[in-house]
């Protein structure tokens, strides 16, 4: 039986994880359908975090690492829903470092006028989130969904790209619900590299954030970047903590 790439739990099948060293796998949803986590979050998210009580903004959702986008467009569904009737509009931006899958996701959405889907590489360039948000006349993000994407961002370019990346989350989003692998799925990540006869992942020996990683996650966040731990939706049956984040 095959497994997951990231934590090698048991799934039906799955991609030549050697060639998604980003995570950028083509078929993650077969394995990892959005149905995991959506199961744990409420549909009510949106109106407990205030969406509807402002008369001035859209509320803008940030799907960072959104893969092919299927979890993107169906979060957007879930929590969109409950909206009976939405008195402001909801607008989802997904964005991946990845082209193909990024195509993909334009290609099964276009329905959706309020989802767009951008090839972008948070760890090399920002400008154009602050291009979108100047679009939509906001500030910052209502909610950030950074899900599935910190053991890639920390494993290819290390600790303080991964700190940056949660400082510079934190720093344009008012919510941020964020999902750590666990560090098991880093020594999987990396055991599967060296079985495919690749090169280690080039910050693995020398990371220092290990261990716990989600409570690391948190410490930053709370201590250096202005956010606290508001709710956790509990654990995915990857073992892997749904937390939210509030900017305090
Ligand atoms: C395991 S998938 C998770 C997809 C989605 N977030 C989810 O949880 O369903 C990780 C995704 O993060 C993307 N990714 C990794 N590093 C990235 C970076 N620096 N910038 C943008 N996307 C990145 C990968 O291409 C991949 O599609």
Known sequence: MATCPTCSKSVDEVEDPGAAPYGNFIN???????????SLIPATLLRDLGHNDSREEDTLILDVGCNSG???????KHVVSDLTPPRRKVHLLGFD????????????????????????????DTKQLQDYLRQHCCTHFHLC??????????????????????SHLASISKHLLLEAQPWK???SAARRLRKLGRSDFDHFKTLKIQ?????????????????????????????RQLLLFRRT
């Not at 299927?70 to 957007?76: G, I, K, T």
């Not at 969904?145 to 949660?166: K, P, R």
Request: glycine share 4%; hydrophobic share 40%.
């Open 211 to 239: 261990g716990d990683v989600a409570i690391h996650l948190k410490e930053h966040l709370e201590k250096h970047c202005g956010m606290q731990l508001i709710q956790s939706f509990g654990s995915t049956s990857w073992d």
């Open 97 to 124: 470092l990845d082209e193909k899958l990024i195509r993909r996701a334009q290609q099964t959405s276009p329905e959706h006028s309020n989802i767009t889907f951008m090839h972008l590489d948070i760890t090399q």
């Open 70 to 76: 299927e979890l993107s467009v169906a979060f957007y």
């Open 28 to 38: 993650y949803y077969t394995f990892n359908p959005p149905e995991n986590r959506l």
């Open 185 to 187: 799925c880093y020594r």
């Open 145 to 166: 969904l950074c899900l599935a994407v910190t053991v890639w961002v920390h494993l290819n370019h290390g600790d303080s790209a991964l700190l940056q990346l949660l």
